[in-house]
């Protein structure tokens, strides 16, 4: 089993047997071709992996996935909590609303819920108060995707500055809860474990690895796939209490696509209409943030990006249909309308004292450069030319990197061989045996 | 600087060439793309990189919008880059007036595209360093561009 993050594992075993045995899947799905194959199983390339989780989803034999505890260890908690991300409310069926998704999650062995849809709709709301008073360069670019976060860290740097500095809805709601909820607890802070229910392998690593994007308030996470079982017969036993849910038609909307701005636009404090995009998927988002690169998008001043297609109902670590569940999303949005909202002047104190902005800037960890210094660099980018012009140019896969122009890059930096190109090695190979044909086929003139 | 001084010059550590079709607005802005790919492959300041594809791009759509076809080539020196579009067209007959902002002579076609609102040229002389124009009518447009890169 291969580690990454200390999050990500890779059955070795399941791809070798599986029925890929060493194939394309994997390193073809990859948005930023951070896989390879080697040995007839995945590797993933750590500091180029954005954790979207794509391979986690379109590897046909799950040799991929994402762990972090299980629930036995809650036992080392006084007081263990769960934050649900609001993808959750989508995964299960008609007649199962959020209080009763909250009781069973509960039930599994945890001492209170706490929901990291009001995390949503309070980074909402500090997002308008920067914008209110924002006067830097556009468009900015939402911070609640991870994965989105870790993209723009690697392969678009230029624009670290653009993303909103407001910390991310499930790390307000863990805040939240710390500053709301504890202090009436008879249990100190240390015995209080908060733990995320994850819909994706990058907000888990967000948790987990501090230095990815910033510390984390949660003390670990669980992917929703690994408790959707034990939640699913808890529902079914009707063994649980209801836990009431406190979420509005905003809160809730952040489970998927269109959630973020839906407030920013119907507030318009983001300027003219049409001023604002939502953008799902990651080869998507990288297609546009290309074009704002070039100046085109003059007008956007707000980029709702999400990794997942339909946002985060779409998650790598969730069950079942990211469309079903984005239609029970709209529902619960309806169902939920008349509930409270949470006000810009309750949360403004709070606000300026930074109580819901990222503590840290975001470091850029560029990775497209072929070398540590521009000559370096330049050097590198002929060679790869060179051996690029040498290869057949149909991005087979059978070397076990996506395309020939990886490869080519690959070979560069000492990773690779060209004789890992199937083709040059045939090409070898049929040079050999035309030789081999040259020299049978002569006779000494002094034979008959 | 002219071409010739260009590829005369034997410290010309990489140079490519990439071919822009007229009216090919499908395809518009790839060659900036590519152009911004090599530049961040080489490590070049991402913040003079934004620059370069900012002009880079605006000149290809011109060249999309009202040529026949052009050839962009990208020279990367030890202290600059040097990239310069040559295209086959009607040419620009008065220069100075192509260079007024919000002066544009888009088709309607060329306008419902999104494109057309004049500040092409002006765009590309604000990003560039130096930046030289010529043109002939009937033949084409040459346009040339220099960004300084810092010293690392």
């Known amino acids: ?448 | 600087m002219q071409d010739e001084e260009v590829f005369q010059n034997k410290r010309v550590l990489f140079s490519c060439c990439f071919d822009i079709k007229g009216r090919d607005f499908v395809g518009a802005g790839e060659v900036a793309s590519r152009v911004k790919t090599f530049l961040k492959e080489a490590n070049i300041d991402p913040v003079i990189i934004r620059r370069i594809a900012i002009a880079t791009y605006e000149a290809e759509i011109n060249i999309v919008c009202y040529a026949k076809k052009g050839v962009l080539t990208l020279t990367i020196l030890p202290e600059l880059v040097h990239i310069n579009l040559k295209d086959e067209g009607a040419g620009i007959p008065d220069i100075e007036l192509a260079m007024k902002e919000g002066y544009s002579t888009a088709t309607e076609e060329i306008r419902e595209l999104g494109f057309g609102a004049g500040m092409g040229l002006p765009n590309i002389k604000k990003n560039a360093d130096t930046f030289c124009i010529t043109s002939e009518l009937d033949k084409g447009t040459l346009l040339e561009m220099v960004f300084y890169l810092n010293n690392t």
């Open chain 1, 1 to 448: 089993m291969e580690n990454y993050f200390d999050i990500l594992r890779v059955d070795q075993e399941k791809c070798i047997s599986g029925t890929c045995h060493g194939g394309i899947h994997c390193i073809m799905t990859c948005p930023v071709e951070a896989i390879r194959v080697y040995e007839g199983h995945a590797i993933l390339m750590e500091e180029k992996c954005i954790a979207c989780g794509r391979c986690i989803r379109d590897c046909p034999d799950h040799s991929i996935s994402a762990e972090d505890l299980t629930l036995e260890e809650l036992k080392n908690y006084q007081y263990p909590v769960a934050i649900p991300s609001p993808a959750l409310y989508g995964q299960f069926g008609r007649g199962i609303g959020p209080e009763k998704i909250l009781g069973a999650l509960k039930k599994l062995g945890f001492k209170d819920v706490f929901e990291s849809a009001v995390g949503g709709e309070l980074a909402g709301v500090a997002t308008r108060l920067f914008l209110s008073q924002y006067k830097g360069p556009k468009p900015l670019i939402s911070s609640a995707c991870p994965a989105i976060v870790r993209l723009i860290q690697t392969r678009f740097p230029i624009f670290i500055n653009q993303v909103i500095p407001v910390e991310s809805p499930r790390e307000i709601a863990a805040k939240e809860f710390r500053r709301t909820v504890i202090p009436n607890l008879k249990v100190s802070d240390k015995e209080v474990g908060i733990f995320y229910v994850a819909p994706c392998p990058a907000e888990m690593i967000a948790i987990k690895c501090p230095e990815s994007i910033g510390p984390s308030n949660f003390n670990g996470s669980f992917p929703i796939t690994q408790l959707y079982g034990n939640i699913f017969e808890t529902l079914m036993s009707g063994d649980y209490e209801p836990h009431p849910s406190q979420i509005n038609s905003v809160s809730v909307s952040w489970a998927a696509i269109g959630g973020e701005i839906r407030e920013l636009e119907k507030r318009l404090l983001v300027g003219k209409e049409g001023s604002t995009i939502v953008v799902d998927g990651v080869r998507n988002v990288i297609k546009v943030l290309e074009e704002v690169e070039n100046g085109q998008l003059k007008d956007i001043e707000f980029i709702e990006a999400r990794a997942c297609l339909r946002g985060c109902v779409g998650g790598a670590l969730t069950v079942g249909d990211r469309y079903v569940a984005a239609s029970k999303v709209r529902k619960l949005i309806r169902e939920f309308k008349g509930k409270k909202r949470i006000k810009i002047e309750e949360v403004q104190d709070l606000y300026e004292q930074g109580f819901y902005s990222r503590p840290y800037p975001l470091k850029a960890r560029p990775v497209v450069a072929l070398g540590e210094s521009r000559m370096e660099a330049l050097k590198k980018m002929v060679e790869r030319d060179r051996i690029l012009k040498l290869l057949p140019g149909i991005d087979c896969g059978s070397c076990g990197a996506p395309s020939c122009r990886v490869l080519a890059e690959d070979i560069v930096q000492g990773r690779k061989e060209i004789t890992d190109c199937i083709f040059k090695l045939r090409e070898k190979v049929k040079d050999l045996a035309e030789e081999v044909l040259k020299w049978a086929s002569k006779t000494p003139s002094s034979m008959p």
